[in-house]
């Protein structure tokens, strides 16, 4: 099993920024691929972005539009997503994902942490 546990969301202005953390904890190759979904009032829930081990990563250009970039730190066993000049509809619940199978169209993770709610207020 793996627990993922996210940390830094809150309420920040429309232009400001802010850096989600998830650590994961567990069967160590269960969290190879880690990653972002979120989750807007009313909508469905939408990929954010992903990365492995090897630090390569993809960000949808959808959901960022060229503002968000994903880390993660192997030593650490925790994954960062790094949100810039954030807007009214970037407000949703961020979920942190994770699976040994890797991260590629139509990803369905595992593994969920229990979210985390950013609030953009304009």
């Known amino acids: 099993q793996v627990h993922l546990v996210e940390s830094g969301g809150g309420l920040v202005q429309a232009g400001g920024s802010l850096r989600l953390s998830c650590a994961a904890s567990?069967?160590?190759?269960?969290?190879?691929?880690m990653g972002w979904f979120r989750q807007a009032p009313g909508k469905e829930r939408e990929f954010v972005a992903a990365i492995n081990r090897a630090n390569v990563g993809i960000v949808s250009a959808a959901s960022s539009k060229g503002r968000f970039s994903i880390s993660r730190s192997n030593a650490k066993n925790t994954v960062y997503l790094q949100m810039n000049n954030l807007k009214s509809e970037d407000t949703a619940v961020y979920y942190c994902?994770?699976?040994?199978?890797?991260?590629?169209?139509?990803?369905?993770?595992?593994?969920w942490g229990q979210g985390t709610q950013v609030t953009v207020s304009s």
């Open positions: 994902a994770a699976d040994q199978r890797n991260y590629g169209t139509n990803w369905s993770p595992a593994y």
């Open positions: 567990g069967r160590t190759n269960s969290y190879d691929n």
